[in-house]
């Protein structure tokens, strides 16, 4: 009797996923008009998306973005790709340049979108502490430069508590703070969740999609796939941990977002 209810339970649970995948196809242009404020008259789809993807490194774009930025193409939506660095902690820079245009190109970002910046103040090392005021006045040129009205970036937690994520979300918040960005552009940040959420792969969709979060991206078997074909195109990056991140992790299938709130505040620029 045990193993039956037990066997009810997972089959109602999965049967539970695949009706939140159905619906979110329904509602994400819903939740991206509502993010991007647009007003009840006004027709939004997503060829009125200008998004710009903002990372620190190459293999982010597809191990924490990979379920938004399918989505947003599929919808037709211009999406730009800024990564802060070349990724060159191990001195693969050049190679692992070329392993992130491979991968944005598996998720349909094309080459003449992609700025990859080579700063020396802004290196690849956790221990790094990037400035505030360079990252955002990057990020702000790359707004203006493309018309962007979408932002979306890492939260104050970078996911994986990276220093170089966490960087960028200072930045974002900086701008946030000023006035700079135009009044049409949201700025998102992608939710930071427990250790026991984050690997447990598709089983989190649930709780992405009944927990409050302004943008829900979800993706299913066949997205997978490409963005697991993506994270193989970082072949420097492939330790055998990398293989188990792509098999449990929930990134590689659910993103949540959080509106960044713009307003005037007082924050120290380094």
């Known amino acids: 009797m045990t193993l039956y209810m037990a066997l009810i339970i997972i089959l109602s649970y ?41 990372t620190a490194h190459p293999d982010d774009e597809c191990m924490f973005f990979a379920p938004t930025i399918i989505r947003l193409v599929e919808l037709n939506a211009t999406v730009h790709l800024l990564c802060l660095s070349e990724g060159n902690y191990y001195n693969q820079g050049a190679q692992r340049k070329q392993e992130l245009l491979n991968s944005c190109a598996v998720l349909g970002i094309p080459a003449s979108r992609i700025i990859i910046v080579n700063h020396k103040k802004l290196p690849d090392d956790p221990k790094a502490e990037w400035s505030v005021s360079l990252v955002s006045s990057e990020i702000l040129k790359h707004i203006r430069a493309h018309s962007i009205n979408m932002v979306l970036t890492f939260d104050g937690s970078g996911v994986s508590s990276h220093a170089n994520h966490i960087a960028i979300y200072n930045a974002v918040r900086h ?35 009944f927990l409050p979060s ?45 509106t960044i709130a713009q307003g005037p505040k007082n924050l120290k620029i380094y």
């Not at 329904?26 to 991206?32: A, Q």
């Not at 700079?180 to 992405?208: A, M, Q, W």
Request: net charge positive; charged share 20%.
């Open 175 to 209: 701008l946030a703070s000023t006035g700079e960005v135009p009044n049409d552009c949201t700025l998102l940040s992608l939710v930071t969740v427990g250790l026991l959420r984050k690997y447990i792969s598709f089983l989190d969709v649930p709780l992405s999609w």
């Open 214 to 258: 302004c943008v829900c991206c979800i993706i299913g078997s066949k997205a997978y796939k490409q963005a697991k074909a993506a994270m193989l195109c970082h072949r420097t990056q492939l330790l055998w941990f990398r293989y188990l991140y792509i098999t449990f992790s929930r990134y590689m299938f659910v993103n949540t977002f959080q």
């Open 14 to 54: 999965l049967a539970l996923i695949k009706c939140i995948f159905f619906r979110h196809r329904r509602t994400l242009v819903k939740s991206l008009k509502r993010a991007l404020n647009a007003p009840p008259s006004r027709e939004t789809n997503g060829e009125n998306i200008r998004a710009l993807v903002v």
